[in-house]
Structures are given as C-alpha cells and as structure tokens.
C-alpha cells in the first residue's frame, strides 16, 4: 500500500487503524467475517476498470474476453456449491439481489409476506422504510410467543388470510434451521412464489450443515460475505430456466448498470475456497463454537432466545433484566468484543433500545478460535453484562482479549494486499 501512503495518508492511516481494530477485538457480529487475502487481492485488482454491462460473450462493450472467463467461471462454480442449474452472480449486495427477485416474481402493489424485521427478518423482506415495504403491499410474519420459534401453522393461516403473491423465508436474527418444505406447501396452498433469502445461512448450506433450499424455493438470494466468507456482494440461484433469464434482466438492465467484475472475480475465489473440504470443517468448527458459546451463557444465568442455536448466531434474551441491549452492546464493545443490540420475542422497549444482543461465530472461528477460547469469552461476556458500568473491569477484559487476539492473527504481518 505505499502508493496509497504518499498519496492519500489520511485514507491510508484510517485503513491501518481500522485493520488494528479488526486485529485487535472479537468481532462477534454475526454478518461479519474476514476474507482471504486471495479474495482481497481479487477485490483490489485492475479488473475495476472494467465495463462489462451484459453477460458473458453477450456484451454492451468490447474488450471483455477475460472478464468473460472470470464470470462465467464464478457462476459455474456458484452452481456447483450450491447445486443449482442457474446463478447471476452480478448483483452488487443482498438487497439488490432481493430487488431483482421481487422484480422477477411480482409486480409493484402485489402482497408480500415476509418475517418481521423485529422477529429476526430483514428491511428487504417488507419493512416500510424499504423498497420492499413501499412498492409492495407488505404482510409480515413473528415468531411464537412462547417458543420463540416460527410457527408453520400460524404462518399458514396467516397466509390464507392475506392470500400473497410472495412469501419470503429467510431472517438476519433466528438461531435455528428453517424448514423449506413447509414454507413451499404453505406457498402451494396460497398460489404464492417462494423467495428463500440465505443471506446469513449460506455457508451453512453450501458446507451441508443446513437443509438446502435449491429446487424448493423459486428464487434463493444471498450475500457472499456473511458465513460464504467472501467479497461484499449478492448472489441469485434458482432451478427454472425462465426464472433465470428474467433474474438477468431485472439485475441488468432493471435495476443496475455496469457489473463489478472484481467482486465477481473475488467471488469466484470465495467459491472456490469454499468448493474445498477445508470450508466444512471451518462452518463445522462455526457451529461448534456458537453452541459452546451457548450452553455456557446458560450456564451463567442467561436467557437465549429458543434456548440454544443451529446455526452460527446466538441471541441474548434480557428481557428479566434491567439492562438494555444497547447498554448491554456499549458495555461489551468497551470490553473489546463488538456485538449488536437486536429485539426479542415480545419486545418491550423500542428498537432503538432492545431487549436482545445478537452474537455469532463465523468472523472468531475465521482467525482460529475454538470452544477453548468461546468459554473465556463467555465469562469475559458474563462478567461485562454482570457489571455493565465498571469501566475498570471493562479495561481489563479489554487487555486480556487483546493479548488472546494476539494469538489469533487475523491477517498478521501480511497485511493487506499490495
Ligand atoms: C444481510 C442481509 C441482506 C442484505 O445484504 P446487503 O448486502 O447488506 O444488502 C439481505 N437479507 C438478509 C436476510 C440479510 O441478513
């Protein structure tokens, strides 16, 4: 990065202090992970230059010939992760990606039913600040009361109700498996198309260790940076033919303009990295880590939401306290560990407050960290939570979480590319 040093040394030391920071503390979001230098390096290339608006050998502009080796590449091996006939690999995030799925299943003013943003959903699944919520008649969906789980039958009935062209299946904050079959007769039973958006399970499927919606849902979407572990940006898949040319069509010309081909190139590194048999191992040790991380907080005294997780999430429930996920969230992130508050079942206080704190293991699990290390977190968390205004402690644990960091290089001495 030296010509970046001499030429703009603010960007330059913002990025360095922002690379201490990702060394430094235990990145427990549960949409964050770190990539691969290889898929930096991707992301960082020449390919930026590039203007490809079409698709592979079908063009708007000349001189493609390489980056029409590298998407159709991307796309080959998107299907073959996820064993799907068709992919675009093209969309620039997991929004646009359920932008263009809507755009290929329904039209503006059709219903939509999608889980609630408050139940662990997504602002793209309905939410009325969200293009979904205002071109779309918006239904959406909570989870039980009491078990804190998705409800099929209420989610049926519901659905006979509203009588939606789309139901989306899919959340950002739910600990546990989906069942698709059950979504897709609830689907079938209604005459609406089924959206499954992965966008935080998708390591999950593509590794085996959770159900696969391909061949069941119309149209799956995800990111590729959550638990894929790659470049930020969106992925569409789906088994209809017809499907996937209008899915084209909508991504580019509907709602983009030119791709970026050195994310898709980063893409295709990430799906290669994933391809290989070490990928599962890691989304096996991700899982591993998130359940130790649970029965330890329990153990503790804590509440989680359906009491444990499938997946690589987790949430605190602290409804029983007084303690708030928002001071809860402040109080960890001055302890080195950056969480996000996030509601609860039966929320009580506003979403600016929250009742919940939403923790994951993909980005920890990345860097090495096993159950040995998710149970001194645990008790750095509890004793953080247990004394959330003890700036001393708070300092302390900081320390020591700084010295574990050091242990678990992130991307070490290497730094980033060039
Ligand atoms: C993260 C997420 C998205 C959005 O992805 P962006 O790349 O941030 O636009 C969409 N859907 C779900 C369920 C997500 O968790």
Redesign the pocket.
């Known amino acids: 990065m030296e010509q970046l040093k001499n030429s703009d040394p603010q960007i330059y030391n913002w990025i360095n202090q922002e690379h201490e920071r990702q060394e430094s503390e235990l990145e427990m979001i549960a ?1 964050e992970n770190y990539t691969s230098l290889a898929v930096m390096q991707a992301q960082g290339s020449i390919l930026t230059n590039k203007y490809a608006e079409g698709y592979p050998s079908k063009r708007y502009y000349g001189g493609c010939q390489n980056v029409d080796l590298i998407e159709s590449l991307a796309i080959q091996r998107a299907q073959n992760l996820f064993k799907a006939p068709f992919a675009n690999v093209q969309a ?7 932008m263009a799925a809507f755009f290929a299943l329904i039209k503006p003013q059709d219903k939509i039913m999608g889980m609630d943003l408050s139940h662990g ?5 309905g939410s009325p600040v969200n293009f979904s919520g205002f071109l779309f008649e918006a239904h959406s969906y909570g989870l039980n009361p009491q078990t804190g789980l998705l409800d099929y039958d209420l989610i049926r009935s519901q659905a006979l109700k509203v009588r939606p062209q789309l139901i989306i299946a ?3 904050a739910y600990p546990r498996y989906l069942d698709f079959h059950a979504f897709k007769a609830i689907a079938d039973e209604v005459g609406a198309s089924l959206l499954v ?4 399970f998708a390591g999950l499927v593509a590794s085996g260790h959770h159900p696969s919606p391909i061949g069941i849902a119309d149209i799956v ?1 995800t ?1 590729t ?2 638990t894929l572990r790659g470049p ?3 992925l569409i898949l789906t088994h209809q033919e017809e499907l996937a040319k209008k899915i084209n069509s909508k991504i580019f010309p509907g709602i983009q303009g030119g791709p970026l081909e050195h994310v898709i190139a980063a893409k295709a590194v990430a799906f290669g990295e994933a391809l290989n048999p070490s990928f599962g191992e890691y989304i096996d040790q991700v899982i591993k880590n998130a359940q130790t991380l649970a029965t330890e907080l329990v153990n503790q005294g804590f509440d989680l939401v359906t009491g444990g997780t499938d997946n690589h999430l987790l949430l605190i429930d602290l409804s029983k306290k007084e303690l708030t996920g928002k001071e809860a969230e402040t109080a960890l992130g001055n302890s080195g560990i950056t969480v996000n508050k996030n509601t609860v079942p039966n929320e009580k206080r506003s979403p600016f407050v929250t009742s919940g704190v939403r923790i994951g293991t993909p980005a920890l699990t990345t860097r090495g960290m096993k159950q040995e290390q998710m149970i001194r977190i645990a008790h750095w968390i509890t004793q953080t939570l247990n004394h959330p205004t003890d700036q001393d402690l708070h300092k302390k644990i900081k320390q020591e979480i700084h010295e574990l960091c050091k242990q678990f290089p992130v991307y070490g001495t290497q730094k980033r590319p060039q």
Not at 92 to 98: D, P
Not at 121 to 125: C, E, I, Q, S
């Open positions: 949409s620039h995030s997991g929004s646009g990606a359920n959903g997504h602002l793209t699944h899919g959340y950002s958006d992965m966008a935080h979407t990111t940076h959550k930020r940006g969106g």
